[in-house]
């Protein structure tokens, strides 16, 4: 049954919601060349840590609460920020988080506000850098 991460969380919990990131984020690493996109709250097990780490490389991008919340200040799909100060909350979860993705990853890119395009091209360049992608 399809439903939304909110919904998910309310029905089932998070632990449970975090068994099956754990399942799908250790069957996607092991299926070949990919990106995957996670949630933020993947970092939190160390088997997704260890998973995306040895089978792939990890390219976090980082962003400050304040720019978090300038960007998901009218989001109501995000479960843990449905709180009365959720700046303060992207805090906690920033500071409890951003450890465990700097030592999940191979590259780290201090998102600020760039567009998109940009955006990819500092990751693909961080890429070629490494040798992982052939020049453009």
Do not use: W
Not at 78 to 107: K, N
Request: aromatic share 4%; hydrophobic share 40%; glycine share 8%.
């Amino acid at each position: 049954m399809r439903c939304s991460i909110r919904d998910y969380f309310e029905r089932e919990g998070e632990e449970s919601f975090r068994d099956v990131e754990q399942a799908v984020i250790d069957e996607l690493t092991q299926a070949g060349p990919c990106v995957l996109s996670t949630g933020g709250g993947a970092v939190i097990r160390s088997a997704n840590r260890n998973h995306m780490r040895q089978r792939g490389k990890v390219v976090y991008l980082n962003s400050s609460p304040d720019e978090l919340i300038r960007r998901l200040r009218h989001d109501t799909s995000r479960p843990l920020l449905q709180v009365g100060d959720p700046l303060a909350r992207l805090r906690e979860l920033h500071a409890a988080r951003d450890p465990l993705y700097r030592a999940a990853a191979h590259f780290v890119i201090e998102t600020g506000r760039p567009s998109v395009a940009t955006l990819v091209n500092m990751i693909v360049m961080q890429l070629e850098l490494a040798g992982l992608v052939g020049g453009r």
